[in-house]
């Protein structure tokens, strides 16, 4: 009997090891020869831990699993959840970048080739460095880390620029609240990223490669530090395949600062400096990690050029709406009923992922508003919700994308105390180096307690700093600050009355 329970953090968190031993407990009783494989999770958080047992070749799943539902589960007694990828929430997905995650060991490298692994690498290898940038160009893949930016211009610019060293250093200090697809993706299948990497590497020209994983990672720093030793020993790194063409990668860890999730920053403390942000020129493609020409993309980015040079820039192409090319993995969190992770192409309304996708609130009271693209995302009220899932759209809404978390809350939460929230973050976390962000921040926390106890002048104050915030700051940590609280001004201004004028 063949059982996959997954090694994914979220998994682990919910109970899977309990449930591990509880079956090798039980197996070991009855005399019963059982194989545990260890998986990435399906996405389905609500689920977990989600067990699943393959049965001529088709996996169903139980969960979530206690460990005193495992005497049901081997008598073959327990009511399960019927095939995996049959479940409504998995079966409407368009996994291309998540395609592997879940499905295979992500430690063994046979699992990850036999689905799919390496075929990208391979067809990369019999081709010049600019067909390979071509191919990723003509994707419209662009940056899954919160700028949009297309991938194939920032490879190309790296690739043309004069340099004898250049760099690819993955970004995987996810940071923002509500977002763990970079997670998910490094722990359920790391070796698809360290082929992502190769693939850049090959394009660019840069021969080694750096992933900055934030500290509060222990898990995915675990198993990329695993599947970058296997796969050296594999012959994928150093010489990749023996080739005859060279990139390795280091696995590096930051200290946990939400600034080094901004591209220049990241750069300082990689180079063993404080993080603050750079001011631009130059632009991190020609004068990055060490001053030399570096690729900065982060980890979705990266794992989902595979796909395109196994399937080619046309299939990828074929999804999305728009400029927004491809799928995005959205990652459901806050008062929800199925929270997890959902890879879908581009263009679905936001009210079908709250709604129908995601169930609706947990509490089962109405959706009051949801933030898109973590701490500094905007609020989005119902009135707003057929606005269709793209860069563009978003930002005609007066939002942005980011990376693709939603945080969903009920008609309890207060607006005003988010709003304060997301100014008093930017205080907490700004490296310091931009006067906007460093002073606004704290100005803006206090203008918000002053239009609290009922200071009307205060109110046009907020707005004129925050169009201060986001036109002077440096980096995305004070020019996006003002997006909640814009947003939830614009869509709640009742909760910005004030208690003194409340009061009269």
Sequence with gaps: MRIWVPRDAAAKALGAERIVAALEAEAAARGLEIEIRRNGSRGMIWLEPLVEVERDGVRHGYGPMRPEDVPALLDG????????????????????????????????????????????????????????????????LRGRGGAGFPTGIKWETVRTAPGDRKY???????GDSGTFADRMLMEGDPFCLIEGMTIAGLGTGAETGFVYIRSEYPDAIEAMGRAVTLAREAGLLGD???????FDIEIRVGAGAYVCGEETSLLNSLEGRRGVVRAKPPLPALEGFMGRPTVVNNVISLASVPVILEKGAAHYAGFGLGRSKGTMP?????????????????????????????????????????????PLGAY????????????????????????????????????????????????????GKCTPCRIGAVRGVETIDRIAAG?????????????????????????????PVMSALEQFPDEFAGAREAAE
């Excluded at 970048?97 to 799919?116: M, N, Q, S």
């Excluded at 899932?389 to 988010?418: C, K, N, S």
Aim: glycine share 14%; net charge negative; hydrophobic share 45%.
């Design 77 to 140: 007694a327990l009511e399960g959840l019927g095939p995996v990828e049959e479940i409504p929430f998995f079966a409407r997905q368009d996994r291309l970048t998540f395609a592997r995650v879940g499905r295979i060991d992500p430690l063994d490298l046979a699992d990850y080739e036999a689905h799919g692994g390496l075929s990208g690498l391979r067809r990369a290898l019999a081709m010049e460095p600019e067909a390979i940038v071509a191919e990723v160009r003509e994707s419209g």
């Design 168 to 174: 690819v250093v993955c970004n995987a200090d996810e």
């Design 240 to 246: 990749v395949m023996g080739s005859g063409r060279r």
């Design 330 to 374: 959205i990652q459901i969190a806050g008062n929800v009923r199925h929270g997890g992770l959902f890879e879908t192409a581009f263009g679905m309304p936001l009210g079908r992922l709250v709604e129908e996708v995601a169930g609706g609130t947990a509490s089962g009271r109405p959706v009051k508003a949801v933030q898109v693209g973590g």
């Design 380 to 431: 989005f009220a119902p009135a707003k919700f057929d606005t269709p899932f793209g860069y563009e759209e978003f930002d005609g809404a007066g939002g942005l994308i980011g990376h693709a978390g939603i945080v969903v809350f009920d008609d309890t939460a207060d607006m005003r105390g988010l709003a304060r929230f997301a100014m008093e973050f930017c205080a907490v976390e700004s490296c």
């Design 455 to 483: 200071d009307a002048a205060a109110l046009p104050l907020l707005v004129d700093l925050c169009e201060t915030m986001k036109d002077g700051s440096l980096c995305a940590l004070g020019g996006f600050t003002p997006y």
